[in-house]
């Protein structure tokens, strides 16, 4: 078998054994520490790179793929906010966010008109599950649409810098020509060695330059044209909302198998079960079943948790205060100890296997599975 991209041919082995990525060190390095902004590098209109430095160099471990979790204060309050790692595990000195501009958006706007060379922000990390590593194959396919081009920049960095023998295709899409991310670099790395074709996809032209290229949207036809062997390969999807259920029915028509597709959300969706007042009762009170009994230790206070309710709602509505961001398991702000019971938490990526391990939780995505004792 042969991959050919950009007229170089690299011969792959038909028993070549799917790439473990062994060199990398495995995401055992948690960081929660302040950085310093040492690089702002504009790519687009609206999207920069930010290079992180630590304060105390250090080796930064981390998988491809993985976000970390920003803090930052503005008029006097604090905000946190995921971004995508988007350097490689493989350049391990510093790290890069690329971050883009979202309309009104807090943060966003924020880091692009008032973060430069210099100043410092608090980064936590990494978390998520969304690499590679963890689905390890010959043949990727990325589906990225804006920003959520980031963690395929690190995934394919770290593919090129280790010279992995693997075939990428990497399918982008892109408002107009000056909004795509990473142009040069990825057209560079696909010439460089890397079995890497990319394909960009543009809704219209930009007034610097007429899009030659492919036009509209993702559509079934475009990507079996310029994927053939699409059905073939470990799909990695991340982009807005609508992109990410238009790629999900394209792949289902192109007969991919929906375990070899992964996806990653940049956007937080309202969580679907409002804060309630929770009520406290004496334990004489017969309980509706699945209630649990929660006691908060270092509050001091008592509350019941009615079925249904995550413990970061109970401990709301009775004012102990948790601090909490996404709300949904993925940022790990709102990550405490669990002193005694049992949870029930659908987590996204927010809190590392070691750490359930070592008795901590995510109280915003865990459901009491009998009385608890929480840390808080
Ligand atoms: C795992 C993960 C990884 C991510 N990686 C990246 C990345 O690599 N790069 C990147 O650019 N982004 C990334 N994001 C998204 C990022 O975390 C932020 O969500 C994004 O930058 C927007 O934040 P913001 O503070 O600017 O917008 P916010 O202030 O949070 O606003 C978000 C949206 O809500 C609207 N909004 C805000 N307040 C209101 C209101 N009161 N009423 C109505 N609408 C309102 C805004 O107009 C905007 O459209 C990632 C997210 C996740 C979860
Ligand atoms: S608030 Fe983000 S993980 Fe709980």
């Not at 007034?207 to 509209?216: A, D, H, I, V």
């Not at 079996?224 to 390969?233: C, I």
Request: net charge negative; proline share 8%.
């Amino acid at each position: 078998m042969s991959a050919i991209t950009n007229g170089q041919q690299r011969v792959t082995s038909v028993a070549a054994a799917a790439p473990q990525l062994s060199l990398l060190p495995g995401a055992e390095g948690a960081f929660d520490q302040v950085m310093l902004c040492k690089a702002v590098i504009a790519l687009t209109p609206d999207v920069s790179t930010y290079v992180l430095e630590p304060l105390t160099p250090q080796n930064f471990t981390f998988e491809p793929g993985q976000y970390v979790v920003l803090t930052v204060e503005i008029n006097g309050e604090q905000h946190e906010r995921c971004y995508t790692i988007s350097s490689p595990p493989t350049r391990p000195h510093l790290l890069t966010i690329t971050v883009k501009r979202v309309p009104n958006g807090v943060v966003s706007n924020w880091l692009h008109d008032n973060f430069r060379v210099g100043q410092q922000t608090l980064v936590r990390g990494p978390l998520g599950e969304f690499s590679l590593v963890n689905y390890p194959a010959l043949k990727y396919l990325f589906l990225s649409a804006g920003s959520g081009v980031t963690p395929m920049l690190s995934m394919t960095r770290t593919l090129a810098d280790l010279a992995e023998d693997c075939n990428v295709a990497f399918v982008h899409s892109a408002r107009s020509p000056v909004d795509i991310i990473a142009r040069s670099e990825l057209a560079t790395l696909a010439g460089a060695g890397l079995a890497l074709a990319v394909t960009n996809i543009c809704e219209d032209d930009s007034p610097e330059e007429r899009w030659t290229g492919q036009r509209g949207r993702l559509t079934a036809p475009l990507l079996a044209a310029s994927v053939p062997d699409v059905a073939a390969r470990e799909v990695f999807i991340c982009g807005p909302p609508q992109y990410m259920r238009a790629a999900h029915a394209v792949l289902a028509e192109l007969g991919v198998d929906p375990g070899q597709v992964h996806q990653e959300s940049f956007t937080l969706e309202v969580p679907a079960v409002p804060l309630t007042a929770v009520p406290d009762a004496p334990a004489e009170v017969e309980r509706e079943a699945g209630t649990a009994s929660l006691h908060f230790r270092r509050s001091g206070i008592d509350v019941v948790c009615p079925p249904g309710t995550t413990v970061l709602e109970a401990a709301t509505a009775a004012g102990v205060v948790i601090r909490s961001s996404c709300g949904q398991g993925l940022c790990g702000t709102c990550k405490s100890d669990l002193v005694s019971g049992q949870v029930d938490m659908q987590h996204a990526g927010g809190i590392r296997p070691r750490e359930i391990a070592a008795g901590k939780f995510l109280p915003c995505c865990a459901y009491p599975n009998g009385d608890l004792v929480v840390d808080a």
